[in-house]
DNA sequence: CAGTATCCTGTCCGATACTG
DNA sequence: CAGTATCGGACAGGATACTG
């Protein structure tokens, strides 16, 4: 019973681990995002095990985050591109990069975004699409959605107590607005 | 020589899975948003085994994530809080919410976002602080920083011409920009 | 309540060799 | 070029018992 599965659980962070939560999986979504869509790219940029690389791969397949498409005929010869729901996790890349930027760089950061219109590097934050706002503890809560159980309901009342108190604070007011580097 | 260690490694995704890549991790920084601090807690909530919760919790505690703070002399008893790295994961947490919430709740979301003033549900979206512009392949890039080293200019220098490229194509146009429930 | 101490198992991952 | 086939080791993770 190595691990558990988290896939029944109702939390979306456990369910979104459950398909890339392996130490190769980002990094390879990360070369996906790279353009990288050979089994060869893949294997040298990351230097990764030949078979491990053919598991990664064929679960990320498997998970609906990568296709596999033929673009030979003869030889035959697939590549690995992504789909809607591999680009749709981008965001979750982006804030990873832009935390270990900021807080496991301290001989200065290696990869940025750029805005190539201002030509200003870009400082990754999280805000509210129909507002607007900046995501604050104070301002936003997290609730039970329609196909909350009674459990998470319980869990996410007491949660939703702490976060309101947190708010109050000053150094919990501003976390959760910083996306990334200062 | 079981796993690599990606700490030498230049990209910062890389970096940050070094320190939440394990599969607790990151539901340990779930719940210490959540607002729990204590052993006993952190324990119910997750279902965990109390070794590996001890084994998860010091390393986060080492990596500077969580604070083991004392809050009573005697008995000594301990809790776990946020530090300021720890709380600056927050932003990489929501991504993964809503990339759960899109992708992975068939049935319906069991937890949301919501926004206190407005009453409404939030639509986390990752965006440039400065401009407030969507995050678009076609208006940003992935570009060296400072620090980057040879190779890494050479990956990035293809990755760019990438994005680029794929910034013109609609669907991959729009990717970028969506961060979770549409 | 907040852990520590053992023991066990699964599997993630690495290394290497081989194929159409 | 794009993998498959084996083999081994290390460790994440589980179960359980025990302590101040």
């Known amino acids: 019973m190595q691990r558990k599965t988290f896939r029944n659980m109702q939390c979306p962070i456990a369910r979104g681990l459950e398909r890339v939560g392996e130490w190769w999986s980002m990094l390879l979504m990360r070369e996906a995002f790279y353009g990288t869509r050979r089994f060869d790219d893949f294997q040298k940029n990351l230097d990764i095990a030949p078979n491990m690389l053919t598991r990664r791969l064929g679960a990320l ?3 609906g985050l990568l296709e596999r498409r033929q673009y030979s005929e003869k030889p035959p ?3 690995y591109v992504l789909t809607q729901c591999g680009r749709d996790f981008l965001p979750v890349l982006l804030a990873m990069l832009a935390w270990g ?3 496991f760089a301290p001989e200065g950061t290696s990869v940025e975004l750029l805005d190539k219109e201002t030509g200003r590097l870009v400082e ?3 805000v509210d699409g129909g507002t607007g706002e900046r995501l604050s503890l104070k301002r936003h809560a997290v ?4 196909a909350a159980g009674e459990g998470m309901r319980r869990r996410l009342a007491a949660a939703a107590g702490f976060l309101a108190a947190a708010g109050d604070t000053q150094a919990e007011n501003e976390a959760l607005a910083a996306g990334g580097a200062s």
């Open 61 to 63: 397949v498997e998970e």
């Open 77 to 79: 010869r697939y590549e």
């Open 101 to 103: 930027n900021k807080h």
């Open 124 to 126: 990754p934050v999280l």
């Open 143 to 146: 609730v039970p959605g329609p």
